[in-house]
Every structure is written in structure tokens, then in C-alpha cells.
Nanobody, 117 residues
Framework: QVQLVESGGGSVQPGGSLRLSCAAS????????MGWYRQAPGKQRELVAS???????NYRDSVKGRFTISRDNAKKTVYLQMNSLKPEDTAVYYC???????????WGQGTQVTVSS
């Protein structure tokens, strides 16, 4: 059993930065694939970035070079550093945990990110 809690969202101007954190509770974390998703009003939820237990990362094309996902297994926390934010990055960002064998085990409640002039 895993519970996820996101934090770090807020409002910034275009070009600004934010770092999102996702803290996990429970004994299992290091073996999970962790991902950040986002969902804007009226739009489908989309994968932003993911990181494997071994540290391998993948990013949505639109955020490559701007966002960095990382994890600290000792702290049971995954991060999303977001730089050069754009208005189109505005969304609720969600943390997700996935078993390596397949299947989602937890979703966070989300944290709002708003980028506007």
C-alpha cells in the first residue's frame, strides 16, 4: 500500500520555475516506477515524465530540456523540477506510482500549477 501527497505547486510568470514534490508513505517505493501527469481543465490527463527504480527517465516532448524528474528513495520522494515554464504548462499535476510488473498502485490528489503573465 502506498499513499502519495504532492506539494510545490503555485502561480508563476512565464519563464519562471517551480519544483514539485511527491512524498510517498508505505514500505514500498524504491521498486516502483514513478511518474508525473498533468491535466488541464477540459483536457485529458497526460504523462509528463517518468522515472524507473534504476533512475531511467522519459519525458513528454513538450517538456524536454525544461523539466527534470528525480527521486530520492531514502526519502521516498519524487521531484519534478520545472524551468522555463510556459502558459501551456498550466494544469493540475499528479504523482503516480506503478508496479514494475504493471498496474497503478497509487495516485496523489494533485497540485495546481498556473503560468500566466
Amino acid at each position: 500500500q502506498v499513499q502519495l501527497v504532492e506539494s510545490g505547486g503555485g502561480s508563476v510568470q512565464p519563464g519562471g520555475s517551480l519544483r514539485l514534490s511527491c512524498a510517498a508513505s508505505g514500505s514500498i517505493f524504491s521498486g516502483l516506477i514513478m511518474g508525473w501527469y498533468r491535466q488541464a481543465p477540459g483536457k485529458q490527463r497526460e504523462l509528463v515524465a517518468s522515472i524507473t527504480s534504476g533512475g531511467g527517465t522519459n519525458y513528454r516532448d513538450s517538456v524536454k530540456g525544461r523539466f527534470t524528474i528525480s527521486r530520492d528513495n531514502a526519502k521516498k520522494t519524487v521531484y519534478l523540477q520545472m524551468n522555463s515554464l510556459k502558459p501551456e504548462d498550466t494544469a493540475v499535476y499528479y504523482c503516480n506510482a506503478l508496479r514494475t510488473t504493471g498496474g497503478s498502485v497509487a495516485w496523489g490528489q494533485g497540485t495546481q500549477v498556473t503560468v500566466s503573465s
